[in-house]
Nanobody, 124 residues
Framework: QLQLVESGGGLVQPGGSLRLSCVAS????????IGWFRQGPGKEREGVSC????????DYADSVKGRFTISRDNAKNTVYLQMNSLKPEDTGVYYC?????????????????WGQGTQVNVSS
């Protein structure tokens, strides 16, 4: 069945970096737009970055532009999120999700399949 598995989260100091990975299985990965979302403590889940089936275009939340980079390797069924210059407000559970379209707006309601999430903590 369709499965998305995130990894790469952890504890990092402000200003540090992490790279998240999302490995997909059980579906034709090339046909699905993929998104990264996060949910901070006491907050609603929000879109962080999304990528179309071909890798271009990409979309970023204003809060992460210039700091985060999304990419995908269709040969490995994997999407990455490189996170640099991390801030305490980036803390949360990060989820990857798949949408059965070439490209979609990076909103929660557009994505139907979700991973279990990986925890990111940015703290000194």
């Amino acid at each position: 069945q369709l499965q998305l598995v995130e990894s790469g989260g952890g504890l990092v100091q402000p200003g540090g970096s992490l790279r998240l990975s999302c490995v997909a299985s059980g579906f034709t990965f090339d046909y699905f737009a993929i998104g990264w979302f996060r949910q901070g403590p006491g907050k609603e889940r929000e879109g962080v970055s999304c990528i179309s089936t071909s890798g271009d275009p990409t979309d970023y939340a204003d809060s992460v532009k210039g700091r985060f980079t999304i990419s995908r390797d269709n040969a490995k069924n994997t999407v990455y999120l490189q996170m640099n210059s991390l801030k305490p407000e980036d803390t949360g559970v990060y989820y990857c999700a798949a949408a059965g379209w070439d490209r979609v707006a990076c909103r929660v309601e557009n994505f139907g399949a979700w991973g279990q999430g990986t925890q990111v903590n940015v703290s000194s």
